[in-house]
């Protein structure tokens, strides 16, 4: 039986600065796709399969995580997104009754 190396500082802050941009990534496609301007049924069609299918895919590419440990991994994304998204649309209402 092999024992699992330490990993280092320097290992795991790549590990998460990656898993970082591949949230942010996913959850920007998603946003483009349905609050752009230009959005038309083609690309709302397209967000709705990947909202499906990203995560079924994430499910089933991850059995051996623990369901906490996926939402915190995966799922980060889409709350940072929210929470820009809110922060944006306030300041844009802001402005605009000013």
């Known amino acids: 039986m092999e024992l699992a190396k330490p990993s280092s500082l320097a290992n ?13 990534v996913i959850i920007s496609i998603t946003g483009y796709l349905t609050l752009d301007s230009n959005a038309n049924l083609n690309s709302r069609l397209g967000a709705f399969l990947l909202s499906f299918f990203i995560p079924f895919f994430i499910v089933i ?12 991994k995966f ?13 944006i649309v306030e300041f844009q209402n802001h402005f605009q009754q000013a």
């Open 61 to 72: 590419l991850t059995k051996n995580m623990q369901g906490y440990e996926r939402m915190l």
């Open 75 to 87: 799922g980060f994304g889409m709350i940072i997104y929210i929470i820009a998204a809110m922060i």
């Open 12 to 24: 795991n802050l790549i590990n998460y600065f990656f898993l970082l941009v591949l949230n942010l």
